[in-house]
Structure formats: C-alpha cells, structure tokens
C-alpha cells in the first residue's frame, strides 16, 4: 500500500509570494558559504542535507486531496484542488487516458474539498468511470452547483466520463476497490465523515475536517477505536491548541498536540498532520511540525510515534 498527497491545505488554495521565494533563496545562498560546491553532486547534497525543508522545499498549496494506492483502481480522498494535479499525472502516465476506475471518497462538500473536480481531466473523458462516495445525500446537488452558470463555464452535465454517486452507511463497514471501508460522523459545521481503510492486515485513517471537544478524553471516545492500531492516521490539525480552544472553537477543525494525544492512546503507528493552516508559511509550518515532536517527547516519551507534517507531493509506504 501507498499513500501519495496531493493536496494537503485547508480551507482554500494558496501559494508562495515572491517575497518568500526570494528568501528562501537568500537563505540558502548564506548556508552555502565556505561549502565546497564545485560539482552537481555536492550541490544536490548540500541541499538535500543541509537545508531545512522550509528552504530546499515547500509545504504546497493545493487543498485537500490524497491517493491511497495498493487496491483496485485509483482510491481517492477528497477532490480539493489536488485532484486536478493527480489528473495531469494519471495523464501523463502509462495508462494515460485509457478508461480507468476512480473511487473518491468525500469527507463532505465544502467547497475545499471538492472545488478541483472541475479540473480533473478524467470527468472529462468518455469511457472514465467514477465512483463518488459520502454520507451526504446532497452531494450531487453540490458538485452539480458549483459548476452552475452563474460560477463556472462548464457544466456538471457535460462532463463526459460516468460518473455515480453513492450514499453509504456509516453503520456499516462497506466492501470496495480491495478495501475494508469503514466510516464515522465527525464534528464539524454540516457534519463530516471520517474513513479507515483496510486491506491484507494495514490500516490507513483519513480523519480531516473533526473538531474534538473535552469528550475526547474519556476512555469510550469513539474515534480511539476508529484510530485504533491504524499504521497511518492522517490527521486534521489546522490549528494551534491556543486557536483550538481560543478564538477558532466551534470552527470544526482540531489541534497538533491534540493528534498527538489521541494517536499515542490509540496505538497509532504514524501520524501525518493535514489540513495546513493556509495562513503559515513553510518556515512557520516547519516551527509547526518541530514543536509537534517535541511535544511528543515530552507527553510520552517512551512512544515510537513518527510524526509527520503533509505536503504535497508526500509519498508514504506501508
């Protein structure tokens, strides 16, 4: 199994200025002085060993997509403005273009998670089949208005790929493409839905969009036994614990120290903070990740967690 991210920002689209690209390039100029870079390899090593990854990289941009791989056909969460990336990519591949099978899973229809389907290549294409799956009844009606006249030049109906939407149980563990799906109401403004998804012994979580209030501290919490054992836990930690439980609470997002807990308690494996606050720059999201780990050593240090901050362009293996 593989997890590949596409989109990883919450709430909207954003992208580096020219200021900040201009400093990231005079950051890395002023590490390299009195290095020896006199060939392309040393280059290369320099950057890849010495240079944070605020500098030498960048966190992304696009909003909410990620591709689980290891099934049958293409496995979706969320169609954020990722999607279109993971569009161009499948059309450049080998099967580019060549009638596939893509099933996504919608945590829910805010605009941030579904506004890069317009540009997805495959909807377009006859002979594409897409499978759209949720627990919202109403998410046709959204994909069907966001390209309404008023909005966008296209229209849903002219999308000529077969695309079918199915509303799922959340009661109910549900066979599909290769995988144990599994699903869970979570709070957030309209309601969201978690995903776990297992197959041959590997469990993959995909919990974005989950504000988690004092009730998660209690033994019986549901989403301890919906993260339970899970060898990857993709998280939402939009914010702070000071914004969590400060300016931002009710605003249905949860916190990095707050992941931490509740993956420690649940014996996740990995964790892998999503849902960037769009507001923070690599440099700020770098602090971010770092003072999650410390938090970690701190609270449980006797705990194999690995922590991870998405970005787009990850590639994770289990």
């Known amino acids: 199994m ?8 919450g709430s909207l689209p954003t992208s580096a200025t020219t200021r900040q690209i201009r400093e990231k390039i005079f950051r890395a100029i002023r590490a390299s002085r009195s290095r ?3 060939t392309d390899e040393k280059i290369g090593a320099f950057i890849d060993r010495e240079l944070p990854f605020s500098v030498r990289g960048s966190y992304g941009g696009n909003t909410s997509c990620v591709e689980i791989g290891g ?5 979706l ?3 954020g403005t990722g999607i279109r990336d993971f569009g161009h990519a499948f059309m450049r591949s080998e099967k580019g273009g060549s009638p596939a099978v ?3 899973f919608l945590s829910h229809p805010h605009w941030d998670h579904i506004q890069g389907f317009p540009f997805f290549v495959p909807a377009y294409l006859p002979g594409q089949e897409i499978h759209i799956y949720g627990g919202h009844a109403a998410m046709e009606k959204a994909f069907v208005n966001q390209q309404a006249a008023l909005s966008f030049p296209v229209p849903f109906r002219a999308l000529k790929a077969d695309i079918r939407f199915h509303t799922l149980d959340p009661e109910q563990p549900h066979e599909i493409a290769g995988f144990t799906v599994r699903m869970l109401r979570q709070n957030h403004p309209g309601g969201s839905y978690g995903y776990s998804f297992i197959r ?3 469990k993959i979580v995909y919990s974005t969009d989950m504000e988690h209030g004092e009730e ?11 993260f339970r054992d899970a060898d990857l836990l993709i998280f939402d930690a939009q914010y702070s614990l000071a914004d ?3 300016p931002k609470e009710t605003w249905g997002h949860s916190s990095n120290l707050l992941g931490v807990e509740l993956a420690v308690r649940a014996g996740v494996k990995r964790l892998c903070l999503f849902h960037s606050e769009p507001t923070l720059d690599d440099e700020a999201l770098d602090r971010f990740l770092a003072e999650t780990r410390d938090y970690l050593r701190i609270h449980s240090p006797a705990s194999p967690l690995v922590i991870d901050l998405a970005y787009d362009g990850l590639e994770i293996a289990l």
């Open 2 to 9: 593989y997890i590949n991210f596409w989109g990883t920002r």
């Open 36 to 38: 020896d870079l006199a």
């Open 71 to 75: 099934g049958e056909g293409f496995i």
């Open 77 to 79: 969460c969320d169609a």
């Open 102 to 104: 893509f099933h996504l």
């Open 200 to 202: 041959e012994g590997r």
């Open 216 to 226: 998660a501290g209690n033994e019986d919490y549901p989403f301890l036994d919906f």
């Open 244 to 246: 969590a439980i400060g």
